[in-house]
Every structure is written in C-alpha cells, then in structure tokens.
C-alpha cells in the first residue's frame, strides 16, 4: 500500500507528462504541486520548454529553484493548462480549495486557462463539499463584518486562519477566514452570494472550473474523472 504522500507523487509523475514543448501552463499551489513541480524540473533538465504562471509566491520560488521559466498572468493570452490540488472533490468535480491560502490567485490562473486538471488522492473525494472548513480570501480592514455577515447568514462561525500567533497573510496581504459549512448543498449559489459579500475578494468554491481529477488511490491505482 502506498502513503499518501507516495500517491501524490505518482499522480504528479502522471500529470507532468502532458506538459508539451512550447505550452503555457497554471502550476497550483500545495504538497501535491510540490512534486509536480519537481517531476518538472527533471523534464525542463531533459530539454522540454514550456513556461509557467505560478499561483502563489512559494510555488514561484520553488518552480525557479527547478529552472522553470516564469511568467505573469499580465503578460500571457493563452494558458493551455493549469494542474492544481484540491482540499475536496465532488461526483460532478465541484471543488473546495485554498487550504494553503492561494485560493484568489489560483482561482485567477485556472479561470484563465483552457483546461483545469486536478490532482489529488483518493482522501479528498466526498460525495457533498462542505467538510473541509471553506476558505474565504478577505480584505483585513472590516474583516469582522464579513465573519459577522456569515455567522448572521448562514449560522456558520467562520474562523481567522492564524500562523504562528498572527493572522494568516496571503500573498496579497488578506486574511483568510475559514467557514465550516459543512453541507453545501448548491456550491453555485453559494459561490455567488460570498462572492458579493462586500470585503470578501474570493472564496474556495471551484465551481465547473476543473475539467479532469487524476485520482490516485494506495494500491497504486490512478483514475480520470472528467466533468
Ligand atoms: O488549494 C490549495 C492551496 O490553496 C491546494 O491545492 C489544496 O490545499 C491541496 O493541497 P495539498 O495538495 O497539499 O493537499
């Protein structure tokens, strides 16, 4: 049986074999991303050329340590792919991202793409999101209204994600507030109304964004799902 963290290495092993010379592609963010980013670097060194957007500051700073070339989302018009993690996947390959914060970026990057695919292990398939506590990306100043607003909406007490005693800061100076739903019964509403919360900059739901999940299981087995 494979650990967990041998699954995502597999997977990633997968996915970095559909990069293509001269392809634009989204890198996520996360410990799966990790190997892929490192299944990359081994590519780039075999002489495959491709550039890459990054999603998040670590993921840029790991991606140049395997000699990737980086770009600017500002700067590119086509993102053939964007391969990312995900906290939770459901049957019609909704997602909850944003466990390690990236969720804004990462949501911009895979927006712009032309295809979604998702890693993960078989742990992250659920048959309703809302277990994984939802992340909201949030703008400091009024923060406590937001978490007010939810706990008055939706009876849900979102909780400020904290690191190392602090408030937790994106890569873009938010906070992110962590909102355990539990059940999500229409991601599609949902998304919608956070998003027009005033303050709120972006929220962890993935709605008909991922086009693909590869899904690795401990015996070593791998699935396509496809939305
Ligand atoms: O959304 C993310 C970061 O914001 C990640 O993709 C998600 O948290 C999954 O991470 P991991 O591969 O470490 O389980």
Redesign the pocket.
């Known amino acids: 049986m494979l650990t967990q963290e041998e699954i ?1 290495q597999l997977v990633a092993k997968q996915a970095a074999q559909l990069v293509q010379n001269n392809m634009t592609i989204g890198i ?6 990790f190997w892929l980013i490192m299944e990359l670097g081994k590519r780039v060194k075999g002489g495959l050329f491709f550039r890459a957007i990054p999603t ?1 500051r670590k993921t840029a700073a790991l991606a140049a340590q395997c000699n990737i070339p980086l770009a600017e989302l500002n700067a590119v018009t086509n993102i053939d792919i964007t391969i ?4 939770e996947i459901d049957p019609q390959l909704q997602l909850i ?7 804004l970026q ?1 949501k911009m990057v895979a927006a712009a793409s032309r295809e979604l695919l998702i890693l ?1 292990d078989a742990s ?1 398939l659920v048959k309703q999101l809302g277990k994984f506590p939802l992340p909201l990306d949030v703008i400091p100043f009024g923060w406590k209204q937001v978490q007010r607003h939810i706990r008055e909406t939706y009876h849900v007490e979102a909780i400020l994600r904290m690191e190392d005693d602090q408030p937790f800061i994106t890569d873009h100076g938010h906070y992110i507030l962590d909102c355990p739903f539990q059940h999500i019964e229409h991601p599609d509403i949902l998304t919608y109304d956070l998003n027009a919360i005033p303050g709120v900059a972006d929220n ?1 739901l993935f709605v008909n964004m991922a086009d693909i999940a590869l899904i690795g299981y401990p015996d070593g087995k791998m699935e396509t799902r496809h939305r």
């Not at 996520?28 to 991303?33: E, F, H, V």
């Open positions: 995502k996520g963010s996360g410990s799966t991303i998040s990312d993690g995900a906290d991202k944003g466990g390690g914060g990236a969720l990462e993960a992250k962890g």
